[in-house]
């Protein structure tokens, strides 16, 4: 997997100066690296008869679908505020300044359904942090999290305890 290194580009003081921004456009644009990244991401999985993976608006947008279609489960969106049209539950997580918050449609996940989540970067966690307890709130059981790299130095999955964290590539 190391090799799909070289396929993300790294670019200093973006989107802000002292933030190293881990790039995946480059490696979606390679047919190899994007083929290795949704075999890798779905691959733990096969056998754990997946009902949805559900995709952290916007770069988890880009891999949750293709990742479900392998699965053969479905795919549900969590958005950011005010995008989904029908009734939602949302869930407000704290940043590094102020808060955020993240939405569901209430009838997308069913009590007792196996739910993968999936995002580009695991970075400090507090997105996935907040992913988990929307799903849980609704009854769904989070089998597992998949991210196509994670930022060790952050320590973001000792916010996930618990859960199955899988990353593919490591900085
Ligand atoms: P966090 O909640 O801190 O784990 O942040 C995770 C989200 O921020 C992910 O959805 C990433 O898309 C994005 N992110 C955080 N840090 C970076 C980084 N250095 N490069 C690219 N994306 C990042």
Redesign the pocket.
Known sequence: MDHLKSLIREVPDFPKPG??????TTLLKDPGGLRAVIDGLSGKYLNEKIDTVIG?E???FIFAPAVAYALNAGFVPVRKPGKLPAATERIEYK?EYGTDSLEIHLDAVRPGQKILIV???????????AVVDLVRNLGGVVVGLGFVLE?DF?S?RERLPGCDVQALLHY
Do not use: C, Q, S
């Open positions: 933030i190293l921004f881990y790039d995946i952290i916007a770069r988890g940043l995002d580009d970067v695991l970075a400090t966690g507090g997105t996935a942090h930022l952050l973001g």
